[in-house]
């Protein structure tokens, strides 16, 4: 079993529609996760991190924690066509552990 | 704030020769950096960390004596690739992990190693 999981897409949402991405985790311990954007051809870039649970939101980007579910998810409002990227989900595993294990990404297309 | 800088962007090297990346953290110290290959299409696989003043530590079936890191102070890591083979043609990206207590880390634009 993967120890994080995303759908790999390609994920099409309209424009000005909510796009909705989802990640699962295996490991009960996680503390710290984290929601990367990587464009095509470049390296990511952190968007929303997210340690305990609920919602927490940032402009158009909302991060959504259940720990006892093990799923982070990622909701973007009135996406953009250059929300168009490659969205990588990060698990910290515990404190004192400072990598990082990261999904496979999820592919989102915003069609304009 | 949290910027990380990689240089060169993109190298071009025969087979044979070594090549040296830098990764700096322009404004802030960086306990630990991290060290990031990643192929095409495909997600990113952690080579190694690296503390200040201590070996790099790195992951099962990477070869510590073909990448070396070395992390001289809180703002600067060093990978060089030795004896390069096409193989190794790939996308680097260093991160930088800050000092507070959270685990954030920030990435570097990365480095595109072509091995002729």
């Known amino acids: 079993q993967k120890e994080v999981e995303q759908n790999s897409g390609p994920l099409s949402v309209p424009e000005g529609a909510i796009a909705s991405l989802n990640c699962t985790y295996s490991d009960r311990g996680s503390q710290s996760f984290f929601w990367y954007r990587q464009y095509s051809g470049k390296s990511p870039e952190l968007i929303m991190s997210i340690y305990s649970n609920g919602d927490k939101e940032d402009g158009r980007f909302t991060a959504q924690l259940n720990k006892a579910s093990q799923y982070v998810s990622l909701l973007i409002r009135d996406s953009q066509p250059s929300d168009s990227a490659t969205y990588l989900c990060a698990v910290n595993a515990y404190f004192g552990n400072e990598k990082l294990t990261f999904g496979t990404g999820t592919r989102l297309t915003i069609i304009p | 704030g949290a910027v990380v800088s990689q240089h060169p962007s993109w190298v071009i090297c025969k087979s044979g020769t070594s090549v040296k990346i830098e990764c700096r953290s322009l404004?802030?110290?960086?306990?630990?950096m991290f060290w990031y290959r990643q192929f095409p299409k495909q997600s990113l696989m952690l080579m190694a960390t690296?503390?200040?003043?201590?070996?790099?530590?790195?992951e099962q079936g990477v070869e510590k004596d073909k990448f070396l890191i070395n992390h001289a102070s809180l703002t600067l890591s060093t990978l060089t690739v030795t004896s390069a083979h096409p193989e190794d043609s790939s996308f680097y990206i260093c991160?930088?992990?800050?000092?507070?207590?959270?685990?954030?880390?920030?990435f570097g634009p990365g480095t595109r190693l072509t091995v002729t």
């Open positions: 991160s930088a992990r800050t000092r507070d207590s959270t685990y954030e880390q920030y």
């Open positions: 690296s503390n200040e003043g201590s070996k790099a530590t790195y």
């Open positions: 404004d802030f110290q960086a306990t630990t």
